[in-house]
C-alpha cells in the first residue's frame, strides 16, 4: 500500500514551523520509504505535493491501552503518532447501565437517518446532557479531558502593539450524541469531523477537536464498529481517503475510541442480521470555534444551570478571557455569559 506525504520546501529548509516540519514531527516515515525529494526548489515559498512509496502502511491497527494503567502522557503521544487510540474499559460496568437505562429508550423514539451519509438505518439523538446526568463523568474523564488539555487547549501567540501575548483557546463540548447502526445498515463515506469547522490540515498546524466513541454495545467488524484510517490525521486535505485503508475499530462494551478531528473514519457496514452498534460520542473543541451543536438552543437555561459551574462553561456559557470570546453585554460590560447562570 502506498502512503502519500505532503511537505513544503520553504525557501529550501526543513525548519520546525514549516509543513514539512508538521509532518516530521507528527508522522515519522519508516525507514524503507522514499526517497525525499532534494530540499532544493527554484520555487521559494511555494507549495509541493510529493508521493513516497512504501510497501505497505506502517500502522494496520490502532494501538490499545487500557483505563487501568494509561496516562494522559500515553494517550497524547499515542494520538500524536496514529491519530486515534482504544482505551479498553474505559467506563464501569455501573455507568454503562445507568447510561443505558437514561438513553436507549428515549433512542428507541427517535427515527432513522433520510441519506446516505447519516445512514436510512441509523439513529442519532443529541443533547445528552439534557438527558442523563452521566454526560459530565465522561466529558470529566481524566484520559478525554486531560488529552483535550494538551492536543486541543495549546496556546497561540500574536502581538497587541509592541507586546507579545500566549493565549490559550479554551474548551468548549461541540457534539454529544448517541448513534445506532441497525443491521443492514451500508458503511459511510470516510470523512474527517473537524470540517464541520472547515478546518485545514496541516495547515493551521493545531488540533481543534479530540472526540471519543464509546462502545455500549460490542463492536465488531461485522456489525459496523467504526471505521479508522490510522496516521491519516496528517494527511494534506488533499490527500483521498480509500476504504481499503480503513479498519475496523473492535471493542468491547465501554471501551473507547479517542481520536481528533483530521482522522479520517466513518460508520461501519452492519452485516449482521440481530446486531445493533451503539456508540455515544462527545466532542470537545477549542472555545474558540463555533459550536456544531447548537447548545443554547439543545438546553435550556435550567438544564445548564443545574451542572457544576465547569460543566456550565464547557457546555458554552463562557468567555475567553483574554479574547472575550463568548461574551454578552450586560450593564455595558462585555462580560462572562456564566453570570446570567447566577
Not at 494520538?79 to 487510540?85: K, L
Not at 488529552?147 to 479554551?170: C, D, F, H, M
Request: hydrophobic letters at 40%; glycine letters at 8%.
Amino acid at each position: 500500500m502506498a502512503i502519500d506525504i505532503a511537505f513544503r520546501l520553504d525557501n529550501s529548509r526543513l525548519n520546525s514551523g514549516s509543513i514539512a516540519g508538521f509532518v516530521a514531527r507528527r508522522h515519522p516515515v519508516p525507514p524503507d520509504c522514499g526517497p525525499f525529494p532534494p530540499l532544493a526548489d527554484t520555487l521559494s515559498q511555494s507549495l509541493h505535493f510529493h508521493k513516497i512509496s512504501c510497501p505497505e502502511n506502517p500502522m494496520s491497527d490502532l494501538a490499545r491501552l487500557s483505563n487501568a494503567t494509561a496516562t494522559v502522557d500515553n494517550v497524547v503521544a499515542t494520538i500524536e503518532r496514529d491519530g486515534g487510540v482504544i482505551i479498553e474499559d474505559f467506563i464501569s460496568p455501573e455507568l454503562i447501565a445507568e447510561l443505558e437505562a437514561d438513553l436507549l429508550p428515549k433512542l428507541d423514539r427517535s427515527g432513522a437517518g433520510g441519506d446516505d451519509f447519516t445512514g436510512f438505518r441509523t439513529r442519532r439523538m443529541s443533547a445528552l446532557f439534557a438527558k442523563t446526568r452521566r454526560m459530565a463523568d465522561i466529558v470529566l474523564h481524566p484520559l478525554f479531558h486531560g488529552a483535550a488539555e494538551r492536543l486541543v487547549n495549546v496556546p497561540t501567540k500574536y502581538w497587541s502593539g509592541e507586546q507579545e501575548l500566549s493565549i490559550k483557546p479554551g474548551l468548549r463540548i461541540g457534539v454529544t450524541q448517541l448513534i445506532q447502526i441497525a443491521p443492514g445498515e451500508t458503511p459511510q463515506s470516510l470523512h474527517r469531523d473537524h470540517w464541520a469547522l472547515l478546518w485545514r490540515t496541516p495547515d493551521y498546524d493545531r488540533h481543534v477537536r479530540l472526540q471519543v466513541m464509546i462502545a455500549l454495545s460490542e463492536f465488531t467488524e461485522e456489525n459496523g464498529g467504526t471505521l479508522v484510517i490510522p496516521g491519516s490525521h496528517v494527511w494534506p486535505d488533499t490527500r483521498i481517503p480509500t476504504m481499503a485503508e480503513a479498519v475496523p475499530t473492535v471493542m468491547r462494551k465501554g471501551s473507547a475510541l479517542l481520536f481528533v478531528g483530521s482522522t479520517y473514519h466513518a460508520g461501519g457496514r452492519n452485516a449482521t442480521t440481530d446486531q445493533l452498534r451503539s456508540g455515544l460520542t462527545m466532542t470537545i473543541d477549542a472555545a474558540t470555534v463555533r459550536q456544531e451543536e447548537n447548545m443554547y438552543l439543545a438546553l435550556s437555561p435550567d438544564v445548564v444551570k443545574s451542572y457544576p459551574v465547569e460543566i456550565q462553561r464547557l457546555l458554552g456559557w463562557s468567555y475567553t478571557d483574554e479574547t472575550h470570546m463568548g461574551w454578552v453585554e450586560i450593564d455595558g460590560e462585555m462580560a462572562d455569559p456564566i453570570r446570567l447562570l447566577a
